[in-house]
């Protein structure tokens, strides 16, 4: 499994920035998919989750109405467009793949925040997110 992220990057807050995530390695449309995130000084936390079809899709509640999360199973890509950028979306962006085709309801996560790292098995580099005046 190969999971590489990019997109990241310095934005003014109020900006936007689109995070990409290429995968190999794996069946792309079998398995849900989704975005953590990790603040400096802060524990993984989780984002955004979508189902292998795209129709089931879940964002944490301070990004909701801002991000969204979108695949193209085609080039076994997932995508996280962010718009309106806050101080507090400064992070390292990772995508994960999920164990089969539709994600954990959001309380699950919410649950394993501060151990969203031993959840998974395959991680990328993951990509920066800077938000700064």
């Known amino acids: 499994v190969q999971l590489v992220e990019s997109g990241g990057g310095l934005v003014k807050p109020g900006g936007s920035l689109r995070l990409s995530c290429v995968t190999s390695g794996f069946t792309f449309d079998d398995y849900a998919m989704t975005w953590v995130r990790r603040a400096p000084g802060k524990g993984m936390e989780w984002v955004s989750s979508?189902?292998?079809?795209?129709?089931?899709?879940y964002y944490t509640e301070s990004v909701e109405g801002r991000f969204t999360i979108s695949r193209d199973n085609a080039k076994n890509t997932l995508y996280l467009q962010m718009e309106n950028l806050k101080f507090e979306d400064t992070a390292v962006y990772y995508c994960v793949k999920e164990k089969d085709e539709f994600p954990w309801e959001p309380p699950y996560y919410i649950r394993k925040s501060g151990s969203l790292e031993y959840e998974y098995h395959d991680w990328g580099q993951g990509t920066q997110v800077t938000v700064s005046a």
């Open positions: 979508m189902s292998w079809n795209g129709a089931t899709k």
